[in-house]
């Protein structure tokens, strides 16, 4: 399966876990929006590590603890970029544009998916053939 179609797959599995928590964080505990959508992010970035590692791009990287974590933390740090976007569209567009902000981060999510993947293939989860040089 293409890797592009195995990410999209996985980050569809996290943009549920995200919605779900945005959601959850919002209208049942009563965190207001951006840091419920700050911790939505968060554990939907844990997931999509775990699932992109397993699965997305198995057949790259080195085996090991610390190189694991190393993935996790360049993941993250990748990932950074579009928290960054997804939180500035999540706010423009519900405190601006006054949409409603499970709607807003929708677009949100959308606009640093193909940033994310670019990153993440190029960096987080390079060749091994790259890793060694």
């Given at each position: 399966?293409?890797?592009?179609?195995?990410?999209?797959?996985?980050?569809?599995?996290g943009f549920v876990l995200n919605m779900f928590f945005l959601w959850f964080l919002t209208e049942k505990v009563g965190v207001y929006y951006l840091l419920s959508s700050i911790g939505a992010i968060e554990i939907s970035l844990v997931s999509n590590f775990v699932l992109n590692d397993l699965w997305t791009w198995h057949d790259r990287g080195?085996?090991?603890?610390?190189?694991?974590?190393?993935?996790?933390?360049?993941?993250?740090?990748?990932?950074s970029a579009a928290m960054l976007t997804n939180l500035s569209i999540l706010w423009i567009l519900t405190e601006v544009f006054h949409v409603y902000y499970l709607a807003s981060n929708v677009f949100g999510i959308l606009c640093g998916t193909l940033l994310n993947f670019f990153i993440n293939d190029r960096w987080t989860f390079k060749h091994k053939k790259e890793l060694s040089g």
């Open positions: 399966m293409p890797r592009f179609v195995k990410f999209c797959l996985v980050g569809t599995s080195k085996e090991g603890k610390r190189e694991y974590f190393r993935r996790m933390l360049q993941y993250h740090v990748s990932a």
